[in-house]
Nanobody, 125 residues
Framework: QVQLVESGGGLVQAGGSLRLSCVVS????????MGWFRQAPGKEREFVAR????????YYAEIVKGRFTISRDNAKNTVFLQMNSLKPEDTAVYYC??????????????????WGQGTQVTVSS
């Protein structure tokens, strides 16, 4: 059983920063491509960022490019999302997700087999 546990969410003012973490257990982490998604109230879950198994390749949604950075530490089975210059429209529940196959674009929820429970990020104006 693969488990993903996110942490690091909270309340921050516009322009501030947060760093989300997601610890993975139950699977060889270094073989997983990882992604971050978010879901605001009344909206569909949307892609934020993806990182391949080695950390050598990353991919971002246009709306976060230049502000968010995804990274991973395979020794600690952890993927991170550094979020800078936060805006009120970034308010959402943020989810990490694991892709056991890799080799895909990774911007669609259907490309991920395992999901965390989510962590709330609220950005005040």
């Amino acid at each position: 059983q693969v488990q993903l546990v996110e942490s690091g969410g909270g309340l921050v003012q516009a322009g501030g920063s947060l760093r989300l973490s997601c610890v993975v257990s139950g699977r060889t982490f270094s073989r997983l491509a990882m992604g971050w998604f978010r879901q605001a109230p009344g909206k569909e879950r949307e892609f934020v960022a993806r990182i391949n198994w080695s950390g050598g390749s990353t991919y971002y949604a246009e709306i976060v490019k230049g502000r968010f950075t995804i990274s991973r530490d395979n020794a600690k089975n952890t993927v991170f999302l550094q979020m800078n210059s936060l805006k009120p429209e970034d308010t959402a529940v943020y989810y990490c997700a694991a892709d056991t196959f890799g080799g895909r674009v990774g911007d669609n929820v259907n490309e991920y087999e395992y999901w965390g429970q989510g962590t709330q990020v609220t950005v005040s104006s």
